[in-house]
């Protein structure tokens, strides 16, 4: 089955400055990348995701870009602001019912 | 907007007891998910349900585990006979399109923690 590998499991950042989180799968079927932020004793929610047939996809400070071939996504926050910090867990599945699996998550902290 | 609700949001229970976690999935959605998250670890997929059976099932759920559709709104998830490694934050998720990925829609979760 599908495994996905996240890196780094923390980041410190200073406010204003850029986060880069990277996430590996296995299974060269999958096709549906999203990112998950987690606040603490929260529920997981969307940031952002991407298709298979995308390579990069933006949404104001929060960026995503796929490497089918190298089997690679990254999560890139521009302009980080204290409110970012969270766990942010990456994860994939492919068509039909597969369910999503996700990473260890990466906890980002952003220092004001 | 709508969401998928959890109940309850806390629950203890003495080690070999039944637990069951109710979740009623966002209205119109059609597929149907239990997550399990041991504190500070990652999200762990449990069991899918699509067309009141079950789709897929990871090794965690084993047969002390079974979920159920009792009627067109709630999705139960029961613990048969509850172990120490039991405790953790339990999630339902659902999601809507048919025949593709999508967005997970996540409940609060139910925190459950045996002893």
């Known amino acids: 089955g599908e495994n996905v590998e996240q890196h780094p499991s923390t980041l410190s950042v200073q406010e204003g400055d850029s986060a880069v989180i990277k996430c590996t799968y296995s299974?060269?079927?999958?096709?549906?990348f999203p990112w998950y932020k987690q606040e603490l004793g929260k529920r997981p929610q969307l940031i952002i995701d991407i298709r298979s047939n995308v390579g990069e996809k933006k949404d104001q400070r929060i960026a995503v870009t796929l490497n089918k071939t190298a089997k690679h996504f990254s999560l890139h926050i521009t302009e980080t602001q204290p409110e970012d910090s969270a766990v942010y867990f990456c994860?994939?599945?492919?068509?039909?019912?597969?369910?999503?699996?996700f990473g260890k998550g990466t906890r980002l902290s952003v220092i004001a | 907007e709508p969401e998928v609700t959890q109940t309850p949001s806390h629950q203890v229970t003495q080690m070999g007891q039944e637990v069951i976690l109710r979740c009623v999935p966002i209205?119109?959605?059609?597929?149907f998910y239990w997550y399990r998250q041991i504190l500070g670890q990652k999200v762990e997929f449990l069991v899918s349900f699509y067309n009141n059976e079950i789709s897929e099932k990871s090794e965690i759920f084993d047969d002390q585990f079974s979920v159920e559709r009792p009627d067109g709104s709630n999705f139960t998830l029961k613990i048969r006979s509850t172990k120490l490694e039991d405790s953790a934050m339990y999630f339902c998720?659902?999601?809507?399109?048919?025949?593709?990925?999508?967005?997970?829609?996540f409940g609060e979760g139910s925190r459950l923690t045996v002893l």
């Open positions: 209205s119109n959605h059609l597929y």
């Open positions: 998720a659902s999601r809507g399109l048919a025949g593709g990925p999508g967005e997970l829609f």
């Open positions: 299974d060269s079927a999958s096709n549906y």
């Open positions: 994860a994939a599945s492919n068509s039909g019912n597969t369910p999503l699996v």
